[in-house]
């Protein structure tokens, strides 16, 4: 075969080609078959599948996070209920609008049963601070170093949360030579705001 036997071929008679014509004009036909199935088809075909696993990385990384939170999640409920029963003995803590007077009462109880001498009990004005008001009360009470600590102590100890706060201790003129001081100081006892219907 020759490169002049190329000019004459005929292509209305492919059946009488030489047979290495015939089979490079395969190969060419196959060729220019695939490559337009690849332009119009596979290669949008090959960006979706590209876009996919992108987002199968971003997909398995949320998947995982999940996974763990609902691995996890006996777990969180048990700690939220222990939350919850923790807020709720605190809010006990916390007295209602009735229970205030009586809590007074016993802060200068606590006062009075450590031998602490009252020369200012004042409550001050409620103020509000989210779901719970605050209650401050100016105190200045004279006696012994072990008397004040007794008497915080006994605050302490009382079933209502009540803080001190701003405790200034000075010494003042005591009887029959004990050392007396003077203690200022502010009580903070805290109170639950119910919820107002809206």
């Known amino acids: 075969m020759k490169l002049s036997d190329l000019n ?11 047979l290495p014509i015939k ?17 119009f088809d596979t290669q949008h075909m090959i960006a979706e599948l590209k876009k996919t ?6 997909l398995r990384q949320t998947f995982e996070q999940k996974w763990k939170k609902v691995a996890n999640l006996d777990a969180f409920r048990a700690q939220l209920d222990e939350m919850n029963k923790s807020f709720g003995a605190m809010l006990r803590q916390l007295p209602d609008k009735t229970e205030v007077a009586d809590l007074l009462v016993d802060i200068s109880q606590t006062g009075l049963a450590n031998g602490l001498e009252f020369q200012l009990f004042k409550p001050g ?5 989210g779901f719970y008001a605050e209650l401050p009360i100016q105190l200045q009470v004279s006696g012994t170093y072990h008397q004040f600590g007794a008497f915080v102590s006994g ?10 706060h701003d405790v200034t201790i000075k010494p ?4 029959s030579g004990e050392k007396m001081l003077s203690m200022s ?4 006892t805290y109170r639950y705001l119910e919820e107002t219907p809206q």
Do not use: Q
Request: glycine share 16%; no cysteine; aromatic share 8%.
């Open 155 to 164: 605050i302490a100890a009382l079933p209502r949360i009540v803080t001190i």
């Open 53 to 58: 696993e992108a987002r199968e990385g971003e």
């Open 23 to 39: 089979l490079i004009a395969i190969l060419l036909l196959v060729s220019a078959i695939g490559g337009a199935g690849y332009y």
């Open 185 to 188: 100081a502010v009580a903070k």
């Open 8 to 18: 004459n071929l005929d292509f209305n008679n492919v059946g009488g080609w030489p």
């Open 125 to 129: 004005g409620e103020a509000r601070r």
């Open 172 to 175: 003042s003129g005591g009887k």
